[in-house]
């Protein structure tokens, strides 16, 4: 693993296949996709940053980089893509061996330009806060100490925007200070960005433009009509901490058997068409604060009776749901509309009930926005995740904008699309694939939002047909990768980020063991993660257990080594040997098992998946356990019920949720206060030990994790118990003396591999 952390850290690249089947039909028989999973703005201490424009190959726009074939003498490039002579400018006439720029040094393979001479105003980020009212006053009070410390971390020059919604859609004119003034809109009435700007009187002192689009203070709008709705928040600091002092619960009586009436899509549509009309194409965010499910306007996802459950996944399989599809396709309206003006969409879902995060997805994810599933406003789930937006110091995101991604590779692989927080651009071309896979049928893609940890799954197809002789293998035996980012980073500027790979292929006999020394077993985990969520979604009747079985029986008697009819002769390479183990936890994760998670949830999760780099991804799908004893430091202890003892405490992170669980007998011995005694200073080490590690978790983690805390047979343990392998349940022998058993049918992995073995070697 080591070395495929190593190409990680050099350019934020993991890939399924490090050596590359060579055609089409070995590609298939991988089992495993060719795919990359790339983090386009990760940051890298070591990483020049060149005070000039790149130089682009005339032919297919790529990249000059360290693989280009360099004359010296006749100043000329060649492209590694397309093979097109370039000729070098002559500001590169200098260029010798000895004196190489910077993009042609063999270990600045990944690279970034920043434009020379920019002259555009630097344009401030912009964040309209989008509050729900519709909640309880203990819940409207948890909200409003949230965002009053939110503001006070604001950058001095961002502009903010304050809407406020319950049955009516409240927009506030922050820029009127003398007293607090609001225009109120209908909840249940669609508005067109016409009618909004007629009646918020932006027209009123300069007319209305009789033709073209209205695209801010360059078209058609006058700045001070902006101002009234968006001010920076150094100015408007007072204006808006007093507006939300006072700010109250929906002032609307809601029957006994009614849910509140709630218009959250009308509140959505209003700004980001506000954001549309004063400021198109800036960075600007859309932070919605919603406390409950949609029940007016024109996505509601349930009624306002509450005799009507709120959708279940049963619901959704039955197409039972009256709202679902028209809710899904205003939100993909809505999504259009944002990566149109590039703007995105974060959500703060907090609330016990369901609010619509299976709906609003598609917003969320096209534009690349944060998303944060909590319980209540008070929770530090919450409280914390909003702090670390805006923090500034250590761990900060890295939050950055109107990023395009573009890609480049041999002509013959062709992309198929990409998982992950991104809208396609449409750019057709010879590198587009005729199989499509998340957002594909282009080779360019939009991401209005994106941070220092966004990761992009992109899905390769191999084009070549037959196997090359030797000859031919031996001369150009290397496919080259190149990801383009251009995006503004979170002071403003923008930014060129080049990063270009070169992998070897092989193909025909005695390939297969080159194939296997190249296999990352995490990475591909990740990779059939994103596909099989993608699939769950997308392919009506799939089922998940069965695609993944059939997956891992074909790729373990493809690279397998056994007998026939024997299964123990059945071996796997070192290379392998845990990529059963993660397909046993896959099945068994949040991401295939549905039952128990609501519609909201399982969004919730995928959409992380979908966002976040391996080492996080790995971690949802198979936890780490850590175990703390008198005996030794921290080891890392097997996913398996065997780790708990009475005389262990255990960390588990398993990305969502992190638990320390004590061993009865620790918790007993802190129930009596022994850690407080002068004498067992050890006990108290070994009991602060955990907290400490599991405080480093929490702090460099986005969404920040749920903190469980609990002792062995008590209820919380099912946080635990829920994640280890069963190898000792009620149906088997009695666990060990101070361990425990898990009340399941579910099959232990020594089982699930005794089957893989068996139906392998047939």
């Known amino acids: 693993m080591a070395e495929f952390l190593d190409l990680e850290i050099q350019d934020g690249v993991r890939m399924p296949w490090n050596v590359i089947p060579g055609t089409k039909s070995e590609a298939a028989n991988a089992v495993v996709p060719v795919a990359a999973i790339y983090t386009p703005i990760k940051h890298f201490p070591s990483m020049p940053v060149l005070p000039y424009s790149p130089l682009r190959c005339r032919t297919c726009r790529s990249v000059l980089n360290p693989f280009s074939i360099v004359d010296f003498a006749a100043k000329i490039w060649i492209c590694p893509f397309c093979f097109q002579r370039n000729h070098f400018p002559p500001h590169y006439a200098s260029i010798s061996d000895d004196n190489l720029p910077a993009e042609l040094f063999p270990q600045y393979t990944t690279i970034e330009y920043e434009t020379p001479g920019d002259t555009t105003p630097i344009v401030p980020p912009v964040f309209m806060f989008v509050v729900d009212t519709c909640v309880i006053e203990e819940e409207m009070s948890y909200l409003k100490s949230s965002l ?4 006070e971390l604001l950058p001095e020059n961002s502009l903010v925007g304050l809407i406020t919604f319950g049955t009516f859609v409240h927009v506030h004119e922050l820029g009127f200070g003398q007293i607090p003034k609001t225009y109120v809109f209908k909840g249940s009435k669609d508005l067109s960005k016409d009618q909004l700007l007629e009646q918020m009187s932006f027209f009123a002192k300069k007319p209305k433009p009789a033709v073209g689009v209205i695209a801010g203070a360059r078209d058609g709008l006058s700045s001070e009509s902006i101002s009234r709705f968006l001010l920076p928040a150094s100015e408007c600091e007072f204006t808006l901490n007093s507006v939300l002092e006072e700010l109250q619960k929906d002032p609307w009586q809601v029957p006994a058997d009614q849910r509140a009436t709630r218009c959250t899509s009308t509140a959505l549509s209003i700004a980001a068409s506000l954001l549309g009309a004063c400021v198109p194409g800036s960075a600007a965010r859309i932070m919605a604060f919603i406390g409950g499910p949609a029940t ?6 349930v009624s306002k009776q509450l005799s009507e459950p709120i959708r279940s996944h049963k619901d959704l399989d039955k ?3 009256p709202h679902f599809h028209k809710c899904v396709k205003f939100y993909d309206g809505l999504s259009k509309q944002l990566v149109h003006q590039g703007h995105v969409l974060d959500l703060f879902a907090c609330a016990l009930d369901q609010v619509g995060i299976a709906e609003l997805k598609s917003a969320v994810e096209s534009t690349g926005g944060l998303v944060v599933l909590a319980e209540s406003f008070g929770h530090q789930v919450f409280k914390d995740s909003l702090k670390r937006v805006f923090q500034s110091a250590d761990f900060d995101l890295g939050l950055s904008s109107n990023g395009i991604f573009e890609i480049n ?6 992309v198929q699309g990409i998982i992950g927080p991104c809208a396609s651009l449409e750019k057709k071309g010879p590198l587009v694939s005729d199989t499509v896979i998340g957002q594909g049928g282009t080779s360019a893609w939009k991401m209005c939002g994106l941070d220092k940890s966004t990761s992009l799954c992109l899905f390769f197809d191999i084009v070549r047909k037959e196997t090359p002789d030797a000859t031919a293998q031996a001369t150009s035996n290397q496919f080259y990768f190149q990801f383009l980012t251009y995006y503004q980073n979170n002071s403003g500027q923008m930014r060129f ?15 297969i063991q080159e194939l296997i020394a190249g296999f990352d077993q995490e990475a591909a985990a990740i990779v059939m993660a994103r596909q099989v969520s993608f699939k769950m979604e997308t392919e009506a009747e799939f089922d998940p257990i069965r695609w993944l079985d059939k997956a891992l029986i074909n790729l373990c008697s493809r690279f397998g080594e056994f007998q026939k009819e024997t299964p123990s002769s059945f071996s796997l390479s070192p290379r392998l040997s845990i990529f059963p183990q993660f397909m046993f936890h896959l099945r068994r ?6 039952f128990n998670n609501s519609p909201d949830e399982t969004a919730y999760f995928r959409m992380i998946l979908n966002r976040e780099n391996v080492s996080n991804s790995v971690v949802m799908v198979q936890p780490s356990l850590i175990s703390y004893s008198f005996h030794s430091g921290p080891e890392p202890a097997l996913l398996d019920v065997a780790a708990i003892a009475a005389d262990r405490i255990l960390l588990l992170d398993s990305f969502f949720t992190v638990v320390i669980f004590h061993g009865s007998t620790i918790a007993q011995w802190r129930k009596a206060g022994y850690h407080n005694e002068p004498e067992h200073q050890a006990f108290a080490q070994l009991l602060r030990a955990p907290h400490d590690d599991a405080d480093l978790i929490v702090k460099e983690r986005f969404p920040v994790p749920r903190l469980v805390i609990c002792d062995q047979h008590g209820s919380q343990a099912r946080f635990l118990l829920a994640k280890l392998n069963p190898s000792a349940t009620y149906n088997t022998e009695a ?8 009340f399941t ?3 232990s992995f020594e089982v699930f591999l005794d089957h893989l073995q068996r139906l392998v070697v047939q």
Do not use: H, N, Y
């Open 745 to 747: 049918d579910d099959v």
């Open 148 to 151: 009053s410390q939110a503001i």
């Open 409 to 414: 590779c041999s002509k013959d692989m062709k």
């Open 497 to 511: 980020r080049v990063t270009t790979l070169s992998r070897r292929w092989v193909a025909g006999p005695g390939s």
């Open 319 to 321: 197409d039972s749901v």
């Open 296 to 301: 007016e306007g024109s996505a509601p996802i």
């Open 735 to 742: 666990a060990l003396p101070g361990g425990d058993i898990i």
């Open 589 to 594: 994760s949040q991401f295939v098992q549905v």
